[in-house]
């Protein structure tokens, strides 16, 4: 069926009403700052990155010496340039630079795209430009937003981006049904229809399906959103939530043309042995988040094993629909390993106070769960983890979509360092360290472009697509850790002593390269700045 895409121009209907959000909204929209005159170099007339080690994002191996021409904020050739350890041949090398950057011994990657993006709201980020810089920061040039914000901001800034007028990643906008409309609830298959077109109007690019609350989205109604997504050249991704999967697994939502799944929720729903559905403690109570968090750990055991028939003929029939999975396994790692989440060496420089008060135990603060977190939660939920892990691999092995998302902001996580971590779990899954990086640059980009049927953009190095790109001076595929904003402890052998190597050197978006540690610099000069503004309130 042909897609019907509305004009862009109605982008500005989404600005003006943002205008129009109710008062109980107007804290989760602080004005992002402008980007500075000295923030970001470029675009360029010509560009020329030279003498580095590609790794594509295809999965295929490293390559180089190469020089790559950006012209604008495009790459207009890739080049190589001789064989490492051997001298240039300085006549081979493209010409004409306006400006050129000597990257020799550099590895560069496609700019990472995080499938699962908060900007976060009112409590936690002090301002949209701590979270943007720290995703930049960590090499993050494309996010999907399920929502960034309020549905009408978050298009605001999009365009904002798209421009580049701020320093934040590129952006698409995936809403919840009825989001930002004045029609009434979504309450039934016409009224689902109905907010799809309005929604395509305003240049929304996904529907974001939540199963999460009492009256969770009823069948007949998801599919219709989903049909008529599809209809417009809109994307359709689910958190299908514990009130939701009794009548709607991952399984069945995928039958009814699901893209996407985020998370796990449904995956082993659609291969449980004993009942149709999990064997829930009897004085289970959703609105408790340690009941919620804690028994999902527990369906590990109540579901078909690896590598038996109904595991097998899921995936099968997941490839055969064409399933994406964004799996987002970082933001649930606290549960199996609680201290390890809380510890983290970053907390101290990079995690703004307000955003340390919303992860303490909490019965209002989402996934606050911590009332009393045992040995027994965490044994349960690393079994969990391993089962899923085994399916993520098994499904990425027969050929199936596996992207990478972070949903930080939540349970210990942040912005841009747990998005690092999210590929090192894919390789604890048993993913290639190339495979990993294939996961967070292409299968992002086709996972977004294809509802609208069009050819990708971004998401590998090659002529004529987007110069979104991540420069790092260590071997990632060696150790992921190096693109972790603060690096990675190695001991110098000269010096006795342990230092920090590693940590990415440019990000570059749209052919602007912007000094990624000078971004995680203004971060944490506003972690410093809130802290101290803190010491003197509470003085």
Known sequence: MPV???????????IALCAALPASLAAQMETTTPRGADEGDGPHE???????TIIDGTGAPPMGPVDI??????????????????????DSRPGGATREMDLSGMFIMPGFVDMHAHTGGAGKAAQPEYVYKLWM?????????????PMMWGLQEKALAERNEIVAPRMFTYARPGEAWDEGPVDSPE???EWVRWAAAVDVEGAKIDGLKLGAMDPD????????AHRHGLGTVAHLGQMGVPRMTALDAAEVGLDMMTHYYGLFESMLTDFSIQDWPLNYNYQDEQHRFGNVGRLWNQAAEPGSEQWNELIDRFLELGFG????????????????AREADFHEEYTLPSQWDFYQPSRRAHGSYWFYWTSEDEYHWKRFFNKWMVFLNDYK????RVTTGSDSGFIYKLYGFDYIRELELLREAGFHPVEVIRSATLFGAEELHDPRGAPIDFGILRAGLKADMVVVDENPLENLKVLYGNGAPRLNDDTGETERVGGIKYTIKDGIVYDAQRLLEDVREMVRKAKEQRAVSDG
Do not use: C, F, W
């Open 4 to 14: 019907v895409r509305p004009s862009r121009t109605l982008l500005a209907l989404a």
């Open 397 to 400: 092995n027969a050929g199936g």
């Open 325 to 340: 999975i964004d799996p987002t396994m970082t933001i649930y790692e606290a549960s199996r390993d609680v201290m390890r």
């Open 69 to 90: 021409v950006i012209e604008g904020d495009r790459i207009v050739q890739i080049q190589t340039v001789g064989y490492p350890g051997v001298p240039i041949n300085e």
């Open 191 to 193: 009224k689902a229809r």
């Open 46 to 52: 010509r560009l020329i990155l030279r003498g580095a």
């Open 137 to 149: 920061g960590h090499g993050i040039t494309t996010s999907r937003g399920v929502g960034h914000g």
């Open 221 to 228: 109604i998801m599919s219709a959103v989903i049909d008529e």
